[in-house]
């Protein structure tokens, strides 16, 4: 798993959540073929228009027709001028639409995404929704509407052959040329825009992990090895893109050169054309402008096949991520309603992707409603993932999961998470104020509720020493707040709407003694009736609960009412020390 590239080769079929958008925006790309249509019949007309001026008005010095054609001229140019930003207009507005549509689904499924599932670096995964503009950035291309224009291709090599005769063959030679060339670079850059995904993953994983953690950088001096870190990343995603950039350019450089070429080839089969009066000196002129012309649409393929190599690279990678199964059942699932708050664990065994054990091993438990539980144990000793599994957050590999009776796969996430609340190891504050962390994810919590859970949390301490309160806005994560208040807020979070089933692991950690022990009483009250489990190393912890179980090496060693747990893991202790004083 671990020498699997993070970035692959694009399949072939195109996923619903993209083809949906596309197809949904149908009509305004029509819009847009209809004006690359005119705009290319408005180039046939320029090139006409040359010609007649050259071989009808000043042969004859018809002044007047200049003015007509002048005039007819100009009406084209605005009209042209005005499509061509009409075009840019549907082109972009399109573009927007399948963005903002296929946003909406990939990042909702990365948040419905399974944990166990994922793959890569916090990083990795915000670079790979920015591979999302690149995305957003092909549909909303102008060098999209250049499909329009290879039709166009073929029709002015006939404009040419009927104005010019075999003067059409110097074009016609220029153009499959052009498209071997760059067709010959597309393997090449097929790979090459695929690693350069991947190196920039890499150098977003970087970044992310240096910016989030950058007080521990700090303080452990590790400064440089995040700099070259950094530099090597760096250097290895500018190496691929000059290389990727280089032969994307082989395509766009020779359709320029072969439109030089075809342009001097026409001029010069045309003169001898010219010479034997088979071709007039204004078709010869209007010839060598379509010869340009039919082949500048081809620099323009170049760059969108170039365009569609790095949009399908990334168009795999999303789909990658879209194809992973998200949490919950497929179909129908159960919303609960009114749980009791009784809890289950019927020979659950579950190993993280990569762990050599698993983390928890055949554990069977079963939590009355309102009973208070407590989960101790070494550090590693699977605790804090048996919490995470009445969460719904892993689904067992064995064994089941119940809720009231009911299979927690069977049930829809976000009914189960209001009705099983949480303070996790290291809580998570997010931007926003603080009333709006407290009521995060429960819309009908109202302000006599979120001050409530706040006074019983202990928020309100703080809270009214602070400037705006609970108006005060949190940004990066709670920063600027310190360790026990983060935990508060995120204690009033999970109190708020009173939910019958209450996880805390580790919730008063970074707590002083003084205000845990306060914490502690108000909690008492607090919780009575409802479910509590509790993963702790912190003594002053259990007097929230009656039962005590022991957690090691992911199977449960002891469980049973607090004091005679506790008596026994005391003598065990004692019995230890005293082995190892005789040893």
Not at 338 to 353: C, D, H, K, T, W
Request: include cysteine.
């Amino acid at each position: 798993m671990a020498d699997e590239p993070i970035v692959q080769v694009p399949g072939k079929r195109l996923a619903d959540w993209l083809a949906d958008p596309i197809r949904a925006n149908w009509r305004t790309y029509s819009k847009v073929a209809l004006a690359a249509t005119l705009i290319n019949l408005f180039g046939l007309v320029t090139a006409l228009f040359t010609m007649t001026v050259y071989d009808r008005v000043v042969p004859n010095a018809a002044f007047s027709s200049l003015a007509a054609l002048s005039i007819g001229l100009a009406i084209i140019v605005i009209f042209d001028f005005g499509l061509k930003l009409l075009r840019a207009y549907f082109v972009d507005h399109a573009g927007m639409n399948i963005d903002r549509e296929v946003g909406e689904r990939v990042f909702g499924r990365l948040i419905e995404m399974r944990l166990e599932l994922r793959k890569g670096s916090t990083g990795q995964l915000t670079g790979l929704m920015r591979e999302l503009e690149t995305m957003r950035d092909f549909f909303a291309s102008a060098t999209l509407a250049a499909v329009v224009d290879v039709p166009f291709i073929i029709i002015t090599l006939i404009v040419v052959a009927l104005i010019g005769g075999w003067v059409v063959l110097v074009p016609a030679i220029m153009v499959p040329i052009v498209i071997l060339v760059g067709l010959s670079a597309q393997p090449a850059l097929q790979r090459l825009s695929a690693r350069a995904m991947e190196e920039g993953l890499q150098k977003q994983s970087v970044l992310v992990e240096t910016v989030g953690s950058i007080e521990a950088v700090k303080t452990a001096g590790a400064r440089h090895l995040f700099e070259q870190r950094w530099n090597r990343a760096v250097d290895g995603h500018a190496h691929v893109s000059l290389r990727q950039r280089l032969i994307a350019s082989v395509g766009t450089t020779f359709a320029t050169s072969a439109a030089t070429i075809s342009y001097a080839g026409v001029v010069i089969v045309g003169v001898f054309a010219v010479a034997d009066n088979r071709l007039t000196l204004g078709g010869l002129i209007a010839c060598s402008i379509l010869a340009g012309r039919a082949i500048a649409p081809l620099t323009q393929i170049s760059q969108l096949v170039s365009r569609i190599t790095a949009t399908r690279t990334a168009y795999r990678q999303v789909r990658e991520l879209m194809e992973r199964p998200p949490e919950g059942p497929d179909t129908n699932p159960i919303e609960l309603a009114n749980p009791l708050g009784a809890i289950e664990l019927r020979n659950v065994s579950f190993q993280y992707p990569g762990a050599a054990t698993k983390a928890l091993d055949g554990v069977s438990l079963a939590i009355k409603p309102g009973e208070h539980v407590a989960l101790i144990g070494r550090v590693g000793s699977g605790k804090s993932t048996l919490a995470r599994m009445v969460l719904g957050l892993y689904p067992p590999q064995d064994g089941m999961v119940l809720l009231d009776g009911l299979d927690i796969a069977q049930l829809d996430p976000n009914s189960l998470r209001k009705s099983v609340s949480s303070v996790l190891q290291e809580p998570s504050l997010f931007s926003g104020t603080i009333r709006e962390n407290i009521a995060l994810g429960r819309p009908k919590v109202d302000d006599e509720e979120m001050l409530r859970s706040a006074r019983i949390s202990g928020t309100d301490l703080f809270a009214s020493r602070i400037p705006r309160g609970y108006d005060m806005r949190l940004v990066d994560r709670g920063e600027g707040l310190s360790g026990g208040q983060r935990q508060s807020i995120a204690i009033a979070r999970a109190l708020a709407g009173k939910p019958p089933v209450l996880v805390m692991d580790e919730p008063t950690s970074a707590m002083d003694a003084q205000t845990e022990a306060d914490l502690i009483d108000r909690l008492k009250d607090e919780l009575k009736g409802r479910t509590l489990i509790a993963v702790t190393h912190r003594q002053p912890l259990l007097a929230l609960v009656d039962r005590v179980i022991i957690v090691a090496d992911g199977k449960i060693r002891a469980d049973g009412p607090r004091d005679e747990v506790l008596a026994q893991l005391a003598q065990g202790n004692q019995q230890t020390r005293a082995v190892e004083k005789k040893s």
